[in-house]
């Protein structure tokens, strides 16, 4: 079964990082959840958050059109995974792989 519609507006307002190490299996963990503005039906807005899968770590505040898919969590919840982030009216833009270092050449 396939999704409709699975994009939505969202602004984003920050990203925060989260980190631990594992109790179970001692292994570290880093998640990145960005803090979001939503519009409901009633347009009314509503703030939560969303979880950012480590590609989109480095997304600046700004408003986007959001595809999501559904997906289990560890607690066996289905919850909304973002997959993409498309910048919508000019507003955000993504963020772009940082050039490596070259070395300095002479004028």
């Known amino acids: ?21 594992s109790r179970k299996t001692g292994n570290p963990w880093k998640m990145y959840r960005a803090q979001c503005v939503v519009t409901g ?30 997906d289990v969590s560890f607690e066996r919840l289905v919850v909304p995974r973002i997959t993409a982030l498309h910048p919508h009216g000019g507003g955000a833009a993504r963020p772009q792989a940082k050039p490596a270092a070259s070395a300095a050449v002479p004028a």
Request: net charge negative; no cysteine; aromatic share 4%.
């Open 1 to 21: 079964m396939s999704a409709i519609d699975n994009k939505h507006l969202i602004e984003i307002v920050s990203v925060q990082e989260s980190s631990g190490v």
């Open 41 to 70: 039906g009633d347009n009314g807005a509503k703030v939560g958050e969303l979880l950012l899968p480590d590609s989109l770590k480095d997304t600046m505040p700004g408003k986007y059109l959001a595809e999501f898919q559904l």
